[in-house]
T-cell receptor, first 115, second 111 residues
Framework: EAQVTQNPRYLITVTGKKLTVTCSQN?????MSWYRQDPGLGLRQIYY???????DKGDVPEGYKVSRKEKRNFPLILESPSPNQTSLYFC??????????????FGPGTRLTVL | QKEVEQNSGPLSVPEGAIASLNCTYS??????FFWYRQYSGKSPELIMF????GDKEDGRFTAQLNKASQYVSLLIRDSQPSDSATYLC???????????FGAGTILRVKS
């Protein structure tokens, strides 16, 4: 089944404890992206990747890191989480660089709470 | 001014009625426009996209685009309780490899 997977689905952690949220897609997509979703603010892009080893900042990159060592994986790293990073996180992928005309496929989401 | 604006709702319509969801955007050079549906606790899923002025129909859904007015809408005919969800408008700007999302409109279809 073609899909985007994320792990963990739910995570409660404490301030300052490094964490990684994994994202994997099995559709051979070039483009991958991370969003956070907060009430009243909608989906905001954190980082995106056009291809392996190519990543760039989105609209809200502060406090996050990403890497794209393999085409299928795009982990999101929070080196020192803070309470304002409590949010619902979505990973998404898209077939190719011509994003304008391509659907983004979303993972199931990761609900993160930072105490 | 937000890049993509939507009325947060909730928009309540009776079953069988037409639901009209609206979205405005600020980047006049935007190229493509998407409507995603998101059920509570679930991930967004694409309903339709449109990139030419005018109407595009797919089953009970019609997307309408007016680039001069920087306005895109989604009409849902014969609304069903299963259409109750948050509808996200997303815009692909002229520059930047991304989609910019609105905050979404909550739709409630009452049986």
């Amino acid at each position: 089944e073609a899909q985007v997977t994320q792990n963990p689905r739910y995570l409660i952690t404490v301030t300052g404890k490094k964490l990684t949220v994994t994202c994997s897609q099995n559709m051979n997509h070039e483009y991958m992206s991370w969003y956070r979703q907060d009430p009243g603010l909608g989906l905001r892009q954190i980082y995106y990747s056009m291809n392996v080893e190519v990543t760039d900042k989105g609209d809200v990159p502060e406090g996050y890191k990403v890497s794209r060592k393999e085409k299928r994986n795009f982990p999101l790293i929070l080196e020192s989480p803070s309470p304002n990073q409590t949010s619902l996180y979505f990973c998404a992928s898209s077939p190719d660089l011509a994003l304008s005309y391509n659907e983004q496929f979303f993972g199931p989401g990761t609900r993160l709470t930072v105490l | 001014q937000k890049e993509v604006e939507q009325n947060s709702g909730p928009l309540s319509v009776p079953e069988g009625a037409i639901a009209s969801l609206n979205c405005t955007y600020s980047d006049r050079g935007s190229q493509s426009f998407f409507w995603y549906r998101q059920y509570s606790g679930k991930s967004p899923e694409l309903i339709m996209f449109i990139y030419s002025n005018g109407d595009k129909e797919d089953g009970r859904f019609t997307a309408q685009l007016n680039k001069a007015s920087q306005y895109v809408s989604l009409l849902i005919r014969d609304s069903q309780p299963s259409d109750s969800a948050t509808y996200l408008c997303a815009v692909s700007p002229l520059y930047g490899n991304k989609l910019v999302f609105g905050a979404g409109t909550i739709l409630r279809v009452k049986s």
